[in-house]
């Protein structure tokens, strides 16, 4: 073999191991984006459910603290609400 040749076959062993390296720090940085982008939108996802969360619970405060001031009683609250008896006292304490 020519010296030529063993430094061709050099070089194209040095580029093959440089593409393959390459490649994977590609695929790396692709699954490392995609976890953080999934991270993201869970987190996103998960915010807006507890803030559906707290609105819906302040809706319900509202709406029996309304009735309690028309003269609805403790008991027709509980049941149109789904609030305890302890919810509706706190929510007409903080009303």
Known sequence: MKVTQ???LYEE??????NLA???AVRFHE????QAV?????Q????????????????????????IESGVDILTV????CLTRAEIEIA????
């Open 44 to 67: 996103a996802v998960n915010q807006a459910v507890s803030q559906a969360k707290k609105e819906k619970q302040e809706q319900k405060e509202q709406i029996a603290r309304n009735l």
């Open 92 to 95: 007409i304490e903080n009303g």
């Open 31 to 34: 699954e490392d984006k995609n």
């Open 78 to 81: 509980m049941k149109s609400t």
């Open 6 to 8: 063993v430094a061709r």
């Open 22 to 24: 390459v490649s994977q």
């Open 13 to 18: 062993e040095k580029i093959e191991a440089v």
């Open 38 to 42: 999934s991270q993201a939108v869970s």
